[in-house]
């Protein structure tokens, strides 16, 4: 039994989850702002602020790896060229998460999660 591994499974196979994590980092990139279940949010925290440390430079190899990450054309733009500049000075900590409702459906804690 390993314990306490460095990311939450999500209830999801691997490429499952690598796929909702692309998909809600291009929702929040191309909106600013999203709702979502706090632990998706947490988890999507993680895998954003890693990506704009690193758009942060700018260069070519830069646009290479972001780009794979992503895979869509404008919200790796965007990234690079709107939402990195913005955080040059600043080491960290890019995103807010406000937690919101409880979901009436399943009861699951929701939050709101923006640049």
């Keep these: ?37 706090l632990i998706k949010a947490k988890e999507l925290r993680s895998y954003i602020e890693k990506l704009i440390t690193k758009s942060r430079d700018a260069d070519f190899n830069t646009h290479r790896y972001v780009f794979s990450m992503l895979q869509h054309k404008e919200a790796t733009k965007k990234l690079i060229n709107e939402v990195a500049p913005k955080y040059v000075d600043q080491n960290g900590g890019y995103t807010r998460i406000i937690k919101t409702r409880i979901r009436r459906g399943d009861a699951s804690p929701m939050a709101f999660i923006e640049l």
């Design 1 to 37: 039994m390993r314990h306490r591994h460095g990311y939450r499974k999500l209830g999801r196979t691997s490429s499952h989850r690598q796929a909702l994590l692309k998909n809600l980092a291009i929702s929040l990139i191309e909106h600013g702002k999203i709702e979502t279940t």
